[in-house]
C-alpha cells in the first residue's frame, strides 16, 4: 500500500478532527517535505517489526533547498537524512502502532532502541568492556558536580586544566565538592592556546586531571592528550565527541552533551571505567549516582527516550559513513577550507587560536572592522546561513561546522566571505 494512502501514513489526516484549517493532501505535504517514496529502514537489535526498504541512512536527498545552513554551536545541525528518517517514522514506529515518543521505556520497543544505540555507539569509538555507557540528563554542566561526587571524597586534591569557559565552569562547580585546582589557565591570553604537557605542574596526590577536549566558546581543541602523573585524565568532549577517533582506554570518564554532534538537546552520554563506580560521597543525590544508572542500565527513571532514538539514528549514520576514521577526514578537509580563507584573508578576517589547537568543530573570527560584524551577519543570513554571530563573551563570528555542516555549507559560506570581503575591504 502506498505510503500516502496507509492507514499509519506519516500524517494521517482525520476527516472528523482536522490538524490544520486547511488540510494539505498527504501526498501534497510528502513532496513538499521531500520525503523518499518509502519509509527508509535501519537494522536494529531487536525483533521490532521491520519495513520491506532496507536502504542505508545515506541513500537521501542532498540538502533540500528550503533549508539553511545552520552554523550554530548547539542545538546543531543534525544530518538531514536523520531527520527524513525520524520524519517517517514519527507516527508509527517500526509498524508498532506508535511514535517512540509514547513508548514505554521498560517496554521492549525502546529497549530495542537503546541497547542498538549503545552497541553502535561502543563499535563507534572500540569502548572497551570494561567501561559503562550511560545515557543521562541535565546536560554536560551536571557531570561538573556528579563527577567529583562519584568519584572523589571531600578532602581529595583535583587538577582543572582551564582552556576555555567550560573548563573553568567545571573547575568552579567542582570547589564545592573536593578541592580542585587549576595547575594551568589560559584565561590570561584570552583562551587562544593550550600548554606543553611535559610542563604542567600537577598535583603529586591528584585523584584526576580534568580537561575540556574542545572548547566551544573559543575554538581550543586538544590535538592529543595529557597523560595524569596519578589519578585519571577525565574529559568533557561535549564539541568533538565522535567527531574523530578516540582511545577510550586513555580515560577514566569521557562525557558529552549530545546536542552538538550526535542529536539534540536532552540526553548526555557518560562513558565510565566500571572500577570508578559505586564510590559516590553521601551527599550524592540519586540521580546524580552512577551506580544507580549503571545498575538500571539508564532506566531507573524515564530517559529522555526520543532524543537517545535520535542519537542512535546518528550513530547508524556515522557507521555509514565509515566509521569515525572517515568522519574525522570530512572534518579535516572542512576545516582546511574554512580556515584556509581566513588565513588568506590579508588581515581582513583573523582567527586568534593558535593554528596547532584549532578547532575542527568551532571556528572563531573576527573581522578587520567590527563595525561590519551586524552587516556580516544579516547578508549571510539572507544566503541562508545563519547562527553566525560569536559568543556574547568573545564576540566576532564564530562557524561551528560539526559533523552534520555538508561540505556544500563551508563552500557556500568561503564563498559569502570572499565577496564580503571584496565589497568592504
Given amino acids: 500500500m502506498a ?167 567545571a573547575f ?52 592529543d592528550y595529557p597523560t595524569p602523573k596519578n589519578g585519571i585524565l577525565i574529559a568533557d568532549m561535549s564539541s568533538n565527541f565522535c567527531s574523530k577517533p578516540v582511545d577510550v582506554s586513555k580515560f577514566g570518564i569521557i562525557y558529552a552533551g549530545a546536542q552538538k554532534n550526535v542529536g539534540p538537546s536532552g540526553v548526555t552520554i557518560v562513558i565510565v571505567r566500571k572500577d570508578l563506580i559505586g564510590n559516590a560521597q553521601e551527599i550524592t543525590p540519586i540521580m546524580l549516582d552512577y551506580k544507580i544508572h549503571a545498575e538500571n542500565n539508564s532506566l531507573y527513571n524515564t530517559p529522555p527516550c526520543y532524543c537517545i532514538y535520535m542519537c542512535g539514528l546518528v550513530f547508524e549514520d556515522l557507521l555509514e559513513q565509515g566509521g569515525l576514521v572517515e568522519v574525522e577526514k570530512k572534518n579535516e578537509k572542512k576545516a582546511k577550507i574554512l580556515y584556509d580563507a581566513i588565513d588568506e584573508s590579508n588581515g581582513f578576517y583573523r582567527c586568534p587560536v593558535e593554528k596547532s589547537v584549532r578547532s575542527l568543530m568551532n571556528v572563531p573570527f573576527t573581522l578587520e572592522k567590527p563595525e561590519l560584524e551586524a552587516d556580516f551577519v544579516k547578508e549571510a543570513a539572507k544566503e541562508k546561513m545563519i547562527q553566525l554571530k560569536g559568543h556574547r563573551s568573545v564576540g566576532g563570528m564564530r562557524a561551528s561546522i560539526y559533523n552534520a555542516m555538508p561540505l556544500a555549507g563551508v563552500e557556500n559560506l568561503v564563498a559569502f566571505m570572499k565577496d564580503f570581503q571584496t565589497r568592504h575591504a
Avoid at 490544520?20 to 521490532?48: C, D, E, F, M, V
Avoid at 527524513?84 to 514519527?90: D, G, I, M, N
Avoid at 572500540?126 to 562519584?150: C, D, H, R
Avoid at 595547575?183 to 580537561?211: C, M, N, V
Fill in 172 to 223: 568552579k562547580e567542582a570547589q564545592k565538592f573536593c578541592k580542585p585546582k587549576v595547575i594551568w589557565s589560559g584565561k590570561s591570553e584570552k583562551y587562544t592556546r593550550i600548554p606543553a604537557f611535559e610542563g604542567l605542574e600537577q598535583s603529586p596526590d591528584a585523584k584526576y586531571l580534568h580537561i575540556c577536549a574542545n572548547e566551544t566558546i573559543h575554538g581550543v581543541e586538544f590535538k
Fill in 3 to 169: 505510503m500516502a494512502t496507509s492507514p499509519h501514513s506519516l500524517l494521517l489526516q482525520n476527516p472528523n478532527r482536522p490538524l490544520l484549517k486547511n488540510p494539505i493532501s498527504p501526498t501534497t505535504r510528502l513532496n513538499t517535505l521531500h520525503l523518499p517514496a518509502k519509509p527508509i529502514s535501519i537494522k536494529w537489535a531487536a525483533t521490532a517489526a521491520q519495513t520491506q526498504d532496507q536502504r542505508p541512512l545515506t541513500n537521501t536527498p542532498a540538502q533540500s533547498q528550503d533549508r539553511v545552513f545552520n552554523f550554530a554551536a548547539g542545538p546543531a545541525t543534525l544530518p538531514e537524512n536523520v531527520l527524513l528518517k525520524a520524519q517517517s517514522e514519527l507516527y508509527n514506529w517500526r509498524g508498532s502502532g506508535m511514535s517512540v515518543m509514547e513508548m514505554s521505556h521498560r517496554g521492549k520497543e525502546f529497549l530495542s532502541i537503546i541497547q542498538k544505540a549503545e552497541a553502535d555507539l561502543r563499535t563507534l569509538l572500540n569502548i572497551p568492556s570494561e567501561y559503562a555507557v550511560l545515557f543521562l540528563q541535565g546536560g554536560a554542566t551536571t557531570q561538573f558536580a556528579a563527577i567529583p561526587l562519584n568519584v572523589v571524597k571531600p578532602e581529595d586534591p583535583v587538577d582543572y586544566l582551564v582552556t576555555g569557559s567550560w573548563g573553568d565552569k
